[in-house]
T-cell receptor
Framework: GAGVSQTPSNKVTEKGKYVELRCDPI?????LYWYRQSLGQGPEFLIY????????DSGLPNDRFFAVRPEGSVSTLKIQRTERGDSAVYLC???????????FGQGTRLTVV | GQQLNQSPQSMFIQEGEDVSMNCTSS?????WLWYKQDPGEGPVLLIA?????ELTSNGRLTAQFGITRKDSFLNISASIPSDVGIYFC????????????FGTGTRLQVTL
């Protein structure tokens, strides 16, 4: 596609539920990143994929968070047993190769009630 | 996680004025980047700096990579209403692929 696409744009879920957030990177981009942005803060790194593999998952806050990219294109961020503190905007970005300009999607605003 | 310190936190300026903001870190980065984020959108890259002491311009924007590699500065000349938004610095260390450490942001509002 023309840009990074994230769905849904907004997600409201109840505490304890499971959610999946989807990212469609720019076609042909091999590198994909997930960031989390809390209100009034800058984005914080979660995980980086090069192709199908997670090259750096050091930013995932705990084992409730997991991400996959099975075919090296679309990625899904999965959050189990959601907590109110998980409420944030989840941003996805992609780049053609690592260390080149990363293009961000519009984000998914997750609200846990 | 770590966030870089940006100042000012917010600023109100009049159209036509010049704007300066800066970003500091307690540790060294090998690349500094400046992004702008509009409401409901993802950050958009404005300027990238790759070398200590480097001064780079992009239209009315000028950014500098500090000599110590622990800071960076962004200047906007002759501000216009569409400059409104939140500006983030981001640092990148070598060997960490594209993992970026973002600043806390500077909110810019321009009055006519």
């Amino acid at each position: 596609g023309a840009g990074v696409s994230q769905t849904p744009s907004n997600k409201v879920t109840e505490k304890g539920k499971y959610v999946e957030l989807r990212c469609d990177p720019i076609s042909g981009h091999t590198a994909l990143y997930w960031y989390r942005q809390s209100l009034g803060q800058g984005p914080e790194f979660l995980i980086y994929f090069q192709g199908t593999g997670a090259a750096d998952d050091s930013g995932l806050p705990n084992d409730r968070f997991f991400a996959v990219r099975p075919e090296g294109s679309v990625s899904t961020l999965k959050i189990q047993r959601t907590e109110r503190g998980d409420s944030a905007v989840y941003l996805c970005a992609s780049s053609s190769v690592p260390n080149t300009e990363a293009f961000f999607g519009q984000g998914t605003r997750l609200t846990v009630v | 996680g770590q966030q870089l310190n940006q100042s000012p936190q917010s600023m109100f300026i009049q159209e036509g004025e010049d704007v300066s903001m800066n970003c500091t870190s307690s540790s060294i980065f090998n690349t500094w980047l400046w992004y702008k984020q509009d409401p409901g959108e993802g950050p958009v890259l404005l300027i990238a700096l790759y070398k200590a002491g480097e001064l780079t311009s992009n239209g009315r924007l000028t950014a500098q990579f500090g000599i110590t590699r622990k800071d960076s500065f962004l200047n906007i000349s002759a501000s216009i209403p569409s400059d409104v938004g939140i500006y983030f610095c981001a640092g990148q260390r070598s060997g960490t692929a594209s993992k970026l450490t973002f600043g806390t942001g500077t909110r810019l509002q321009v009055t006519l």
